[in-house]
C-alpha cells in the first residue's frame, strides 16, 4: 500500500480519537442559571410580549445542573425540573450544549408551567421562605443525589424531596403538603408535567389495572397505574411517564390521573380542610426515549398499553433473557456481553460461511471474467452465456452473499440495540463501567486494530480494495471513541470472530494470501478455478507436432 494511503488512514484515526470520544459524562451537580443557556435571546423574544411561560417570571432565579448517563436536569430552587435534556446514548456528555428550544429538551420553554409544578386547587402559585440542600446518597446500588426543598404557598407548608439516580432515567419524587391553617373546604393538591419537547398534539395514556386509555377526555382517573406523554405511538421517540412510587407501600392509594389539557397531564390527591390536614404524593416520573430496554429495565414495560414490542421488540427481550441467564452464571456483564456474542455467531456461523465462501469465490474467479468481457465485448448475448457457464462450472453465485447477509442483519442490529440501552453499571477488567466509554480509549483503538486486520484479510492482496475498505472504515471509527465500553466489547468480540472464519475460508478454498501494508507480493497458490481449461490451451500443440514429425519419418522411409 503507498505510503500516502497509509498517511491518511493514519491521520483519520489520530482526528477520530482527538476530536470524539474525550465527552465522558460526570455524575454530579453544579450550580446553573438562565444566562448559562445557549439561546438566551430566545427568552428575550418570548417575553418581549404577551407570553405565559413561566421563565418570564424565573430568568434570575438560582438553579441547579445536575448531570446523569441517561438524563441531565435543571432544577428550579424548589425541586422543579425547568428543563430536562435526553440524550442520543447513554453516557453522553452535552459540553454545556443546553439550548431552551432543542428538541432533546423535553420541558416546553413556551409553556405556563415547569416541569413538576405544584397545583393546589387548579392554581399555581408563587413560593415563599424556600430552603433547600442536595446531599449524595445509594439508590438501587448506585450512586444518587437526593434534593430536599422546604417553602410555603400561603397557609399551605412544602415538603419535598427528589432523587436523581446516576444509572435510572426515574426520578424519585415525594411532596407533603400540610397545611398551617383551615381550608375553606377540600382542595385537590396535583403534580404536573406541561407537555413534551415541542410537540403540539402529544399522545396521552392513562393506565388502569388491566386496561388503558388513548388520549382520554380531561376528567381525572381514579387508581391510575400511570399517566403519560409520548411523541407518538408508534414505539419512537420520547416520553414522559408519573406512577406511582413502586418502592412505597400504598403510593397509589386515593391517586387520581388528570389530563388537565392536550399536552398537560397530573397526578393528585384530595386535601383535606383542617388544620392540621396534610397529604403525600409519592411518585416516579420517567424521561428519555420510548425505547423498550429502558422500559425493560425500570420496570415501566409491563403497564398496559404504555409501549407494545413489535416482532423484534420481542426478540431483542429474548436475547435480554438469556443475557441475563449467562450474567446469572458467570456473575460478569463483560463475560456475558462476550459469550452472548459468541453464542449467536456460532449459530449464524453456517450463514456467514456461505456468505464468504460466495464473495472468495467471486473474487477468485475475476481474472477470468475480465478476460471474457475482453474476449467478447463486442458480443453481449455471448459474453452473458460465456460468464454464466464459468459461474456454473466454478460452483459460485453472485448472488449468493445476499441471503445470508439479509438474513442475519436483524440478529445484530438487536444486539446492537440492546447493547447500546442496556444499563450494566459494572465495570470489566480496566474498564469501571460499561455503560460509559474506556477511560483509556484501549477498546476503541483495539477495534480499529482488527477492523483494519479484516480488511487486509478481505481483500486477499487487492491494494484498491482495501484503501477502499479502509477509507470506508475510517467513516465507522469517527463514532467508536463514543461508544459505550459494553457495546466496543461486543464489536470486537463479533469481529474476531469474523477475521477467523474469514482466514479459515480463504485458507481452505486456496486464496491468496494478503497484500500487507508493506507492500509484500503474495505467494501465488496453486489452486486455479479451472485448471483443466488451461492445459487444453497448451498441451495439446506438443502431440501434434510430434505425430506430424512422425508421419514425415514414414513418408521418407517408404520413398527410399
Known amino acids: 500500500m503507498k505510503r500516502k494511503s497509509v498517511v491518511s488512514a493514519l491521520f483519520i484515526v489520530l482526528l477520530s480519537v482527538t476530536s470524539t470520544g474525550l465527552a465522558r459524562v460526570t455524575f454530579g451537580i453544579q450550580d446553573f442559571s438562565a444566562a448559562d443557556f445557549g439561546n438566551l435571546e430566545v427568552l428575550d423574544t418570548l417575553c418581549a410580549g404577551d407570553a405565559a411561560s413561566f421563565w418570564c417570571d424565573a430568568q434570575d432565579a438560582e438553579l441547579k445542573l445536575v448531570t446523569?448517563?441517561?438524563?441531565?436536569?435543571?432544577?428550579?430552587?424548589?425541586?422543579?425540573?425547568?428543563?430536562?435534556?435526553?440524550?442520543?446514548?447513554?453516557?453522553?456528555?452535552?459540553?454545556?450544549?443546553?439550548?431552551?428550544?432543542?428538541?432533546?429538551?423535553?420541558?416546553?420553554?413556551?409553556?405556563?408551567?415547569?416541569?413538576?409544578?405544584?397545583?393546589?386547587g387548579g392554581e399555581?402559585?408563587?413560593?415563599?421562605?424556600?430552603?433547600?440542600?442536595?446531599?449524595?446518597?445509594?439508590?438501587?446500588?448506585?450512586?444518587?443525589?437526593?434534593?430536599?426543598?422546604?417553602?410555603?404557598?400561603?397557609?399551605?407548608?412544602?415538603?419535598?424531596?427528589?432523587?436523581?439516580?446516576?444509572?435510572?432515567?426515574?426520578?424519585?419524587?415525594?411532596?407533603?403538603?400540610?397545611?398551617t391553617a383551615p381550608g375553606a373546604g377540600e382542595t385537590l393538591v396535583q403534580y404536573v408535567y406541561p407537555g413534551i419537547a415541542k410537540q403540539d398534539a402529544p399522545v396521552i395514556k392513562v393506565g388502569q389495572g388491566d386496561t388503558f386509555t388513548l388520549?382520554?377526555?380531561?376528567?381525572?382517573?381514579?387508581?391510575?397505574?400511570?399517566?403519560?406523554?409520548?411523541?407518538?405511538?408508534?414505539?419512537?421517540?420520547?416520553a414522559l411517564v408519573i406512577r406511582p412510587n413502586p418502592n412505597v407501600p400504598g403510593s397509589g392509594d386515593d391517586l387520581v390521573a388528570t389530563p388537565l389539557s392536550a399536552r398537560q397531564i397530573a397526578v393528585g390527591k384530595t386535601l383535606g380542610a383542617g388544620a392540621d390536614a396534610s397529604v403525600t404524593l409519592e411518585l416516579q416520573t420517567y424521561g428519555g426515549p420510548n425505547e423498550m430496554v429502558?422500559?425493560?429495565?425500570?420496570?415501566?414495560?409491563?403497564?398496559?398499553?404504555?409501549?407494545?414490542?413489535?416482532?423484534?421488540?420481542?426478540?431483542?427481550?429474548?436475547?435480554?433473557?438469556?443475557?441475563?441467564?449467562?450474567?446469572?452464571?458467570?456473575?460478569?456483564?463483560?463475560?456475558?456481553?462476550?459469550?452472548?456474542?459468541?453464542?449467536f455467531?456460532?449459530?449464524?456461523?453456517?450463514?456467514?460461511?456461505?456468505?464468504?465462501?460466495?464473495?472468495?469465490?467471486m473474487?477468485?474467479?475475476?481474472?477470468?471474467?475480465?478476460?471474457?468481457?475482453?474476449?467478447?465485448?463486442?458480443?453481449?448475448?455471448?459474453?452473458?452465456?460465456?460468464?454464466?457457464?464459468?459461474?456454473?462450472?466454478?460452483?459460485?453465485?453472485?448472488?449468493?452473499?445476499?441471503?445470508?447477509?439479509?438474513?442475519?442483519?436483524?440478529?445484530?442490529?438487536?444486539?446492537?440495540?440492546?447493547?447500546?440501552?442496556?444499563?450494566?453499571?459494572?465495570?470489566?477488567?480496566?474498564?469501571p463501567d460499561l455503560g460509559l466509554t474506556?477511560?483509556?480509549?484501549?477498546?476503541?483503538i483495539l477495534y480499529i486494530t482488527i477492523m483494519v486486520a479484516q480488511a487486509v484479510v478481505a481483500s486477499k492482496g487487492n491494494r484498491q480494495m482495501l484503501q477502499q475498505q479502509l477509507l470506508i472504515s475510517g467513516v465507522f471509527i469517527f463514532f467508536v471513541f463514543n461508544f459505550a465500553a459494553g457495546v466496543t466489547l461486543y464489536l470486537i468480540t463479533s469481529m474476531l470472530v469474523q477475521v477467523l472464519q474469514q482466514?479459515?475460508?480463504?485458507?481452505?478454498?486456496?486464496?491468496?494470501?494478503?497484500?500487507?501494508?508493506?507492500?509484500?507480493?503474495?505467494?501465488?497458490?496453486?489452486?486455479?478455478?479451472?485448471?483443466?481449461?488451461?492445459?487444453?490451451?497448451?498441451?495439446?500443440?506438443?502431440?501434434?507436432?510430434?505425430?506430424a514429425k512422425s508421419t514425415n519419418n514414414k513418408a521418407k522411409a517408404k520413398a527410399k
Open 68 to 120: 446523569s448517563k441517561g438524563l441531565d436536569y435543571i432544577f428550579s430552587e424548589t425541586g422543579e425540573v425547568v428543563a430536562l435534556y435526553t440524550k442520543q446514548q447513554r453516557g453522553q456528555d452535552l459540553n454545556g450544549n443546553y439550548d431552551l428550544d432543542r428538541a432533546q429538551n423535553l420541558i416546553p420553554h413556551t409553556s405556563d408551567l415547569p416541569g413538576g409544578a405544584l397545583l393546589v
Open 294 to 343: 429502558r422500559f425493560l429495565q425500570e420496570d415501566y414495560l409491563e403497564y398496559p398499553g404504555l409501549f407494545e414490542p413489535n416482532i423484534l421488540g420481542r426478540l431483542s427481550l429474548g436475547i435480554i433473557v438469556v443475557l441475563q441467564a449467562i450474567h446469572g452464571v458467570v456473575g460478569s456483564w463483560g463475560l456475558s456481553i462476550i459469550l452472548l456474542t459468541l453464542l
Open 363 to 431: 473474487q477468485q474467479i475475476q481474472p477470468k471474467l475480465k478476460e471474457l468481457q475482453t474476449k467478447h465485448k463486442d458480443d453481449r448475448e455471448k459474453l452473458t452465456q460465456e460468464t454464466m457457464k464459468m459461474y456454473k462450472e466454478a460452483g459460485v453465485n453472485p448472488a449468493g452473499g445476499c441471503l445470508p447477509a439479509v438474513v442475519q442483519m436483524p440478529i445484530f442490529i438487536i444486539l446492537w440495540r440492546v447493547f447500546i440501552n442496556f444499563e450494566f453499571n459494572e465495570g470489566f477488567l480496566w474498564i
Open 215 to 238: 388520549n382520554p377526555a380531561p376528567q381525572a382517573v381514579a387508581d391510575p397505574s400511570y399517566i403519560s406523554l409520548q411523541n407518538n405511538n408508534q414505539n419512537r421517540g420520547q
Open 503 to 547: 482466514w479459515l475460508i480463504q485458507r481452505n478454498l486456496g486464496a491468496p494470501a494478503p497484500v500487507l501494508a508493506t507492500g509484500v507480493t503474495p505467494i501465488t497458490t496453486s489452486a486455479e478455478p479451472y485448471p483443466a481449461a488451461d492445459a487444453a490451451k497448451t498441451k495439446p500443440a506438443k502431440p501434434k507436432k510430434a505425430i
Open 438 to 444: 474506556d477511560p483509556i480509549r484501549l477498546l476503541p
Open 345 to 361: 455467531r456460532l449459530l449464524v456461523w453456517p450463514l456467514i460461511h456461505t456468505q464468504m465462501k460466495s464473495m472468495v469465490g
Open 124 to 179: 399555581y402559585r408563587q413560593p415563599q421562605n424556600v430552603e433547600s440542600s442536595w446531599t449524595e446518597k445509594t439508590f438501587d446500588d448506585a450512586r444518587a443525589l437526593e434534593g430536599t426543598f422546604s417553602y410555603r404557598l400561603g397557609n399551605l407548608q412544602i415538603e419535598k424531596t427528589v432523587v436523581v439516580s446516576e444509572v435510572r432515567n426515574s426520578l424519585g419524587v415525594s411532596v407533603k403538603v400540610q397545611r
